[in-house]
T-cell receptor
Framework: SQQGEEDPQALSIQEGENATMNCSYK?????LQWYRQNSGRGLVHLIL?????REKHSGRLRVTLDTSKKSSSLLITASRAADTASYFC????????????FGGGTRVLVKP | GAVVSQHPSWVICKSGTSVKIECRSL??????MFWYRQFPKQSLMLMAT?????????EQGVEKDKFLINHASLTLSTLTVTSAHPEDSSFYIC????????????FGEGSRLTVL
């Protein structure tokens, strides 16, 4: 089964609005990572947050991690049409055999 | 950031033929590479972990005789889909870990396989 489950599965917003997506996982982790995938392309690493961190920023991205709830969120502020993509969370940890396990992804559509 | 190159980016083949996909780390050495498979509008499913100089570790349900993995050098891993059938049509993506056990993964651009 998927270690990470994402919510919502799809999100449609207007340019300039914020986009928030959530990721829940089941077992203990070493870190949680967020990736972006444009249609038909490979994945691009966005941000890594370690299990002892609670919040991390990178440009217009803000990631939070709540290990007590086994959940993480990715916030994209002031979205742009170019942010249209699928976003995946992935967990990394000994419980998963030190392999990166991906969630189902959130498809984000930013309308101009 | 580190670059992982995957080739070919797309391939069309006849049923019954074998197809080889290459994954190269261009500017770093990768002792471990990962092969994923992705169906349309779905997430990535880990197929196997490729270890340089040793046998690959396959995930449950992945046929090792069907998907041959060779990691002959620190910069190259290959995935061969043997005797391909239409159900093998998919997007195959490789990745390599930069450093350490929990380091960032860098992904290739993926290879789209269509089996006729």
């Amino acid at each position: 089964s998927q270690q990470g489950e994402e919510d919502p599965q799809a999100l449609s917003i207007q340019e300039g609005e914020n986009a928030t997506m959530n990721c829940s996982y089941k077992t203990s982790i070493n870190n949680l990572q967020w990736y972006r995938q444009n249609s038909g392309r490979g994945l691009v690493h966005l941000i890594l947050i370690r299990s002892n961190e609670r919040e991390k920023h990178s440009g217009r991205l803000r990631v939070t991690l709540d290990t007590s709830k086994k959940s993480s969120s990715l916030l994209i502020t002031a979205s742009r049409a170019a942010d249209t993509a699928s976003y995946f969370c992935a967990t990394d940890g000994r419980a998963a055999g030190n392999k990166l396990t991906f969630g189902g992804g959130t498809r984000v559509l930013v309308k101009p | 950031g580190a670059v992982v190159s995957q080739h070919p980016s797309w391939v069309i083949c006849k049923s019954g033929t074998s197809v080889k996909i290459e994954c190269r780390s261009l500017d770093f050495q990768a002792t471990t590479m990962f092969w994923y498979r992705q169906f349309p509008k779905q997430s990535l499913m880990l197929m196997a972990t490729s270890n340089e100089g040793s046998k690959a570790t396959y995930e449950q349900g992945v046929e090792k005789d069907k998907f041959l993995i060779n990691h002959a050098s620190l910069t190259l891993s290959t995935l061969t889909v043997t005797s391909a059938h239409p159900e093998d049509s998919s997007f195959y993506i490789c990745s390599a870990r930069l450093t350490g056990l929990y380091g960032e993964l860098f992904f290739g651009e993926g290879s789209r396989l269509t089996v006729l």
